[in-house]
């Protein structure tokens, strides 16, 4: 668990934190050093790191990694990483001007969303520099943030160790939809200070439906409530019509639009990502920015902006192969007798695997251990997401039939045996 910083602190003191699990597997050295570390370390939820790391470990050289949340394909120009001798020395804190104006072209073609690239864009270390930016800037210890579970889990670790209160707006899927009830949305928000949206959505791949951003958007005005939009997916958005939030009259003014080339252009190694927004936010985070990360190399922009600057063209062919691979996942998974949920976007599936007389992780561990396949436990999604696992389809096509392969031998084991043995198991 994690502790404020108070009784962290006096546990320190007193030496009892030496033999807290959590501040053994961190220090792996002298507990003297527990001294010197900050008040936001030692009050962090450590415990959740392990979990979390152990998910975003590469896959054994013989194991099927059907986990991963970046896809692989390469649409970028060779030569894109050769920087001229003029770009070699600090780049601008917001990013290089030409990046900034790809990216605002970006979102006016795929989005509909106009946005001056001079005040109104900042480019950061990925979408999760962009997160942390935004944090640090706007959330103090004691806000109440929304979140929608189940969520990246990345988004109530960085929420808990700013001491943030997280309200979890629970949601489930219909027709490749992210649903949730009006009437929770409206009572969190009446103390809240920010809702979180991701549409498409980690990791069950619903979007949100205009009609729904509209009520949202309307709402966020009336409770006066800021909107972070997570929209890293939405290249891969296959079903439904493709509305950002900032585009709404009611939400454009409170709205802060998250992106990055990880997904949409398989360069998660870039470490490029941006945050779209007001002036009036966007100045804050450019100043929060200069005191946190104020550089994102030279080197990872321009690779980003030869990627921006692709035909787009290019992508529908690979946009085609992942739809194709999920028509193909979906079939399989159904056959098997797992429900998986039906994604509208990204590239997971959401599988319920209570009927197996497994909780998620359990599940995950022994598909690991006997036959070689890594998915994610869904407990790290949210509390809703003990009796789930997602499932990846970003791998080859050689690896995703052979993992499907190997879960279904895994599954028709299980299923032959009776209920009480599987939960005994």
């Not at 988004?155 to 899927?173: D, K, N």
């Amino acid at each position: 668990m994690a502790y404020p910083p108070r009784v962290a602190k006096l546990l320190v003191k007193l030496g009892i934190a030496r033999y807290l699990p959590s501040v053994r597997r961190l220090l792996d050295g002298p507990a003297t050093a527990l001294g010197y570390c900050s008040d936001r370390l030692l009050s962090a939820p450590l415990q959740d790191l392990e979990p979390l790391a152990d998910a975003l470990t590469p896959a054994a050289a013989d194991t099927i990694d059907l986990a991963q949340g970046t896809p692989r394909f390469d649409l970028v120009p060779s030569g894109s990483s050769k920087l001229p001798a003029d770009r070699r020395g600090w780049p601008p804190v917001a990013g290089i001007p030409e990046l900034r104006q790809a990216i605002a072209g970006k979102l006016l073609t795929d989005n509909s969303l106009a946005v001056d690239p001079q005040a109104e864009l900042l480019v950061t270390a990925g979408a999760l520099g962009a997160i942390h930016t935004v944090l640090d800037t706007f959330i103090n210890a004691g806000d109440h943030v929304i979140v929608t579970d189940p969520v990246s889990p990345l988004y109530p670790l960085a929420l808990r160790t700013r001491r943030a209160r997280i309200s979890w707006l629970p949601t489930w899927m219909e027709d490749g939809r992210t649903r949730f009830r009006l009437e929770q949305i409206i009572r969190l928000m009446r103390n809240a200070k920010m809702l979180l949206l991701n549409s498409p959505a980690n990791p069950t791949g619903g979007i949100i439906a205009p009609e729904d951003l509209e009520q949202i958007a309307w709402w966020a005005d009336k409770l006066d409530v800021l909107l972070l939009s997570d929209e890293v997916f939405e290249r891969f958005q296959h079903d439904g019509e493709q509305v950002s939030i900032a585009r709404l009259p009611k939400a454009r003014q409170r709205t802060l639009t998250i992106g990055s080339v990880s997904k949409g252009h398989a360069l998660a190694a870039a470490r490029v990502g941006w945050l779209a927004g007001p002036r009036h936010f966007i100045r804050p985070c450019l100043a929060t920015a200069a005191l946190r990360t104020p550089f994102v190399p030279t080197l990872s922009q321009q690779v980003a902006l030869a990627a921006l600057r692709t035909d787009v063209a290019a992508f529908e062919g690979v946009r085609e192969t992942f739809d194709s691979r999920r028509h193909y996942t979906y079939e399989r998974l159904r056959a098997m007798g797992l429900n998986a949920n039906w994604p509208a976007g990204a590239f997971f599936f959401w599988v319920p695997v209570w009927d197996s007389g497994k909780s998620g992780r359990a599940f995950a561990e022994v598909l690991l251990r006997e036959k070689k396949v890594l998915v994610t436990p869904g407990d790290l999604f949210g509390p809703s997401g003990a009796g789930y696992i997602r499932l990846s389809y970003a791998a080859d096509d050689g690896r995703v039939h052979e993992g499907l392969d190997r879960l279904t031998e895994f599954v028709e084991g299980i299923q032959s045996k009776p209920l009480e043995v599987r939960k005994a198991a």
